[in-house]
């Protein structure tokens, strides 16, 4: 970590993980590259990081904290729909800013990154997902992910023996159009021969025009990421931090969503459960360090870590003990020990899940559930870890603004007391109407106070 | 070979002999004349016969070209690297005017010279550039391109290594390839490849990298014609691509000499566990390549284990087991491994005897051939080794004399391939007549 290496009086290396935790934390309260647009924004900006930080830390903050499930609901509130800032990047900044300006008193506002450049996918001719426009109606309020078997049963000694090598030459060919011709590339570890590296390979006209065409999207890459850029200073100037510093996964999930699908993946569970196992206990030290690597760079010290595969409905406790639970826990341990903050969203449900994974360090982790029952992750998990959570969808979507803030009301009562605890929606919203979201701020000020 | 079915059920032996029929029938290939097509396969019967420990009309020859066609058209080493025409012209001439020989092969090795300047690679000198305008061969420049504690990132993975670690120091082009992300745990999720190519060094790596592609189009275009002419002309080409030993590929590329001799010490466990690691990579390798190939010879030129640069001991530990291992995998796709042991191998000969019959051409520089012979010869060809002083300073009937020699020594009851300990760069065209003449003078089997 680079700037909270310098300033600390310790060695890093030498620090316990709280130590550790405390530097980022510093950083996350002070973040050098934004200039607040005023006294009053630094201000709240402070106060609504220590809040999330004491919840964290599973203290009592002033309040109980809030994240808004923003999802994609600035282009909707903007009037526009999720297509047009796919594509436009004006309006994507213009419906941002927008959110930003009318929900000034919210704890943290996300950044737009998860808005993916239409015209990048389009060039891409991504294969695995579908988008509005694309495979999807116009109107279309999401990305659809495209489950297959893009990895072959018989593929995991490639895969485990030169990951990259696959990804290269079997993976990206299958995943996205332009890498088509990738299957003709040579293997990149030429370990013999002439020493061009890749030029001998780039004589090859397709070979070429993808590389071309990645230049040229290189480009179109940068112009959003401007935006995003931009738009994402706006917030933190304004004095709403971002709760997610940055985005990783589970190794079980890598494999079972992008590699070998659901179906695949079951039938593995009984037909080579050992190269399962091989396969996330070779990728974990890789995804540890690429997290680490990218959360350096981040004021942030919150990962959100999105997880699929490992919920109640999927697979048993005894499956989730043998394949799910000791790479994603060693994953976690590698993070907190580096003074992260890993901020797992578990999709589904977690219910039976709930006891395995207090065996973690006390407010190491922090939680987010979608459909788990709340009380009683308060009461096996909340000894040991902050939660999230989790005012359904359905009533965010479709209830009264009354009916949303009872809700919450009901969540704070039950998960509030002693701190750790910080509200959201099950899950991210699109469409609703703006009261509702108004209407869980309003609930965190009335019921969420800590005296 | 895709092209036969039932490949994967295949004995190697089955595989060999798939290998053999298609270098004899060279499919694809329009020849000159039904004379050339003639002299083609008896060619190709003549090397397949040594392969087998069978004899066959006469010994074949390998003639020790190098890079004389250049020098023998009155050019160098630089201009050829240089200009490919002139390249291609050289090595045609040559073959034109020299008339019968076994094999001829492409100028493959000489690298495009603009092509390197462009990319900035630093790990050759070349004439002009870092060596004198004069010089006949390149100069490796030997380094540690991967530092001591950095074995593990290859062990992991391989190709990322490759790719962000080793490249960005082979080349001044790849330096910024140092900045991409560990690709591999992004898999599935194209798009974040994607943001590293928004960055400026990267972009401008990659167009460098095209711009050195283009010399390589025309390269291959100029050059490649020597090939053809070749096989249409009825010469056919010998080895059908390139492998080495693992332990050779982790000194000369990666670790360097001194590196390596400090590892052998202080972590051996490292080397070997690398060594195992690249192991099937070699194979796949060699295998890929000789799928484009007519000849199912690999050329494996060693450095390492030679004599005077490890004990018996530490060549039984390191540099053996991981390299049998690569032979064995070439063999069982029915591949003919044909290692070029520079140096010494005398003390390596019982060691490198443990391989299966006539399925592999052992080609010494520094040896005492009877007692290869006696060692290696009873179940694999072997070739060699007319000393290069001979061949560059001596006279016609030197050579003629030293290859008889050899061929007393090393012909009888087949198995034996004439040839020098090295190439010859500049010399006497007569030394290479002489040399083809002993082959058909005192190698013909009765």
């Avoid at chain 1, 299957?183 to 002439?194: A, E, T, V």
Wanted: glycine letters at 8%.
């Amino acid at each position: 970590m680079a700037r909270a290496k310098e300033n600390a009086m310790k060695k890093w290396e030498e620090m316990t993980w709280q130590e550790k935790r405390e530097e980022r934390f510093k950083r996350w309260l002070s973040p050098k590259n934004v200039k607040f647009v005023s006294r009053e924004a630094e201000k709240l900006y402070k106060a609504r990081v220590t809040r999330f930080i004491k919840a964290i830390k599973m203290e009592e903050p002033d309040r109980v904290p809030c994240i808004l499930p923003m999802g994609y609901f600035p282009a909707y509130y903007a009037g526009v729909t999720f297509r047009t800032i796919m594509y436009d990047y004006a309006e994507l900044k213009r419906s941002w800013l927008k959110f930003i300006h009318d929900f000034k008193d919210a704890d943290s506002v996300n950044g737009p990154a998860l808005v993916m450049p239409g015209r990048i996918l389009d060039g891409l001719d991504i294969k695995n997902m579908k988008w509005p426009g694309h495979g999807l109606g116009e109107e279309a309020w999401y990305y659809q992910f495209i489950e297959g078997e893009y990895m072959k049963a018989d593929e995991y000694d490639r895969l485990i023996r030169d990951p990259s090598d696959y990804t290269f030459r079997v993976n990206l060919p299958r995943t996205a159009g332009i890498f088509a011709s990738f299957d003709k590339l040579p293997p990149l570890r030429s370990l013999q021969g002439n020493r061009l590296g890749l030029v001998p390979a780039l004589a090859d006209p397709d070979i070429r025009r993808a590389f071309q065409k990645m230049i040229d999207l290189g480009k179109e890459y940068q112009k959003w990421q401007a935006v995003v850029t931009e738009v994402s200073q706006t917030a933190l100037a304004e004095g709403l931090p971002n709760m997610r510093g940055g985005m990783a996964g589970a190794p079980f999930d890598t494999l079972a969503d992008m590699l070998r699908g659901t179906q695949g993946i079951s039938v593995d569970m009984f037909r080579q459960p050992e190269k399962i196992i091989a396969y996330v206990e070779a990728i974990t030290p890789q995804m540890i360090e690429q997290t680490i690597q990218m959360a350096d760079n981040l004021d942030c010290p919150v990962i959100s870590m999105p997880l699929h595969k490992g919920d109640d409905v999927f697979m048993s406790d005894k499956q989730f003990g043998k394949f799910y639970w000791p790479t994603y826990r060693k994953m976690l341990l590698a993070m907190i020990n580096e003074g992260l903050v890993p901020f797992p969203f578990a999709e589904g449900k977690y219910n039976n899940r709930l006891k395995q994974i207090t065996d973690m360090p006390k407010s190491g982790v922090v939680w987010y559930f979608d459909q788990t029952d709340m009380k009683e992750a308060k009461r096996i998990l909340g000894n040991v870890s902050c939660i999230v959570g989790n005012v359904p969808s359905s009533i965010i979507v479709t209830g009264t603004k009354q009916l949303v803030k009872e809700s919450c009301r009901k969540l704070i009562e039950d998960c509030g007391p002693g701190g750790g605890y910080i509200l959201s929606g099950g899950a991210g919203i699109d469409k609703c109407p703006p009261e509702n979201l108004r209407a869980m701020m309003e609930a965190v000020e009335e019921y969420g106070r800590y005296k | 070979m895709e092209s036969v079915k039932n490949w994967k059920e295949l004995t190697p032996r089955q595989r060999q002999e798939e290998r053999f029929k298609r270098w004899l029938n060279a499919p694809g290939v329009r020849f000159d004349s039904p004379e050339a097509k003639k002299q083609y396969r008896a060619r190709v019967t003549r090397f397949i016969n040594a392969i087998r420990l069978e004899e066959g009309d006469r010994v074949p020859c390998m003639l020790p070209v190098g890079y004389f066609p250049a020098y023998y058209a009155g050019y160098d080493l630089k201009t050829v690297m240089y200009d490919y025409v002139k390249q291609r012209d050289a090595w045609l001439k040559f073959m034109r005017d020299f008339g019968d020989m076994d094999s001829f092969s492409s100028p493959g090795l000489i690298l495009p010279a603009p092509a390197l300047e462009i990319i900035d690679h630093k790990m050759h000198k070349w004439p002009g550039h870092g060596v004198g305008d004069d010089v006949a061969m390149y100069q490796f420049v030997e380094g540690e391109y991967i530092k001591a504690d950095e074995y593990d990132k290859l062990i992991k993975d391989p190709t990322d290594f490759w790719l962000r670690t080793f490249m960005p120091r082979e080349a001044g082009a790849f330096a910024p390839l140092a900045d991409l992300p560990h690709l591999t745990p992004f898999i599935g999720i194209p798009i974040f490849y994607l943001s590293a190519f928004g960055n400026r060094a990267i972009q401008s790596a990659l167009k460098t990298m095209m711009k050195a592609g283009n010399e390589i189009v025309k390269w291959s275009k100029i050059t490649g014609e020597v090939a053809r002419t070749a096989m249409k002309a009825g010469y056919p080409p010998l080895s059908g691509g390139m492998s080495g030993a693992p332990f050779d590929m982790l000194t000369d590329m990666c670790r360097g000499t001194t590196g390596i001799i400090m590892d052998m010490f202080r972590q051996p466990e490292k080397i070997i566990e690398a060594a195992d690691r690249i192991t099937p990579i070699v194979v796949d390798e060699a295998v890929k390549v000789a799928e484009n190939s007519i000849s199912p010879v690999i050329i494996m030129p060693l450095h390492k284990g030679d004599k005077t640069f490890m004990s018996q001991q530490q060549f039984e530990k390191f540099y053996w087991p991981s390299f049998k291992k690569v032979l064995l995998g070439l063999i069982n796709e029915g591949l003919v491994p044909m290692p070029f042991a520079e140096g010494n191998y005398i003390p390596r000969l019982e060691t490198i005897s443990d391989m299966p019959r006539a399925s592999i051409m052992w080609y010494f520089e520094y040896m005492d051939m009877a007692l290869a012979k006696k060692i290696v010869g009873k179940t694999n060809g072997i070739m060699g080794n007319l000393p290069i002083s001979i061949m560059a300073t001596g006279t016609p009937e030197d050579v003629k004399e030293g290859c008889r020699k050899l061929i007393e020594t090393c012909a009888p009851g087949g198995g034996y391939i004439l040839s020098a300990a090295a190439s010859m760069d500049k010399g006497n065209v007569a030394n290479l007549h002489a040399m083809m003449d002993a082959a058909k003078e005192y190698g013909v089997y009765k």
